[in-house]
């Protein structure tokens, strides 16, 4: 007890004590306030995942194989898939191996579904206006063409055909 020094000594612990306490607290709030800011940054992007994911599920649930009367259709797009899958398609063509090549098959089968009685005069329009490298590009390679109607329309390809070199040849 000389000079005090006890009493100095314990003055000093609690008061680095309280300093720690506080210094802790402070860093804890510090902590606390930068995950709720993370938290809140997390849950915006969980929201707008959600709205993404909602939008793309809208554009693809505006897709049919099956159009109405009353569907406002605005493109045609050429879809290869296991023929099973395309049962209820309306416009559907079964590719089995074959020697046809890409550009002359895609070709056939856009006569088919042009040649469809069932086929609207807008549909044919969207059907035509499909240009080549995209029907190229979804089907496979060295096929062969199976559905009904097949045999008049490579009739119709061939009476054109004919057609166009008579012009060409009387020219």
């Known amino acids: 007890k000389k000079y005090g020094s006890q009493n100095v000594n314990q003055e000093s612990v609690t008061e680095k004590e309280k300093i720690n306490s506080e210094k802790l607290a402070e860093m804890s709030n510090e902590i606390e306030d930068s995950d709720s800011d993370s938290l809140k940054e997390e849950s915006k992007a969980v929201e707008v995942s959600a709205n993404k994911e909602e939008a793309e599920t809208d554009l693809l649930n505006k897709l049919t194989g099956q159009p109405l009367q009353s569907d406002i259709l605005l493109y045609a797009l050429p879809v290869c898939a296991p023929y099973a899958s395309l049962q209820k398609y309306k416009f559907k063509v079964k590719l089995t191996a074959g020697n ?72």
Do not use: W, Y
Request: proline share 3%; with cysteine; charged share 35%.
């Open 100 to 171: 046809l090549k890409k550009g002359k098959a895609s070709k056939q089968a856009i006569e088919v579904f042009v040649r469809d009685k069932a086929c609207s005069s807008k549909e044919k329009e969207l059907i035509k206006a499909v240009t080549d490298p995209e029907m190229v590009a979804t089907i496979l390679g060295d096929v062969k063409i199976s559905t009904p109607g097949l045999q008049a329309a490579k009739g119709a390809q061939k009476r054109s055909k004919k057609a166009k070199a008579k012009k060409n040849s009387h020219s």
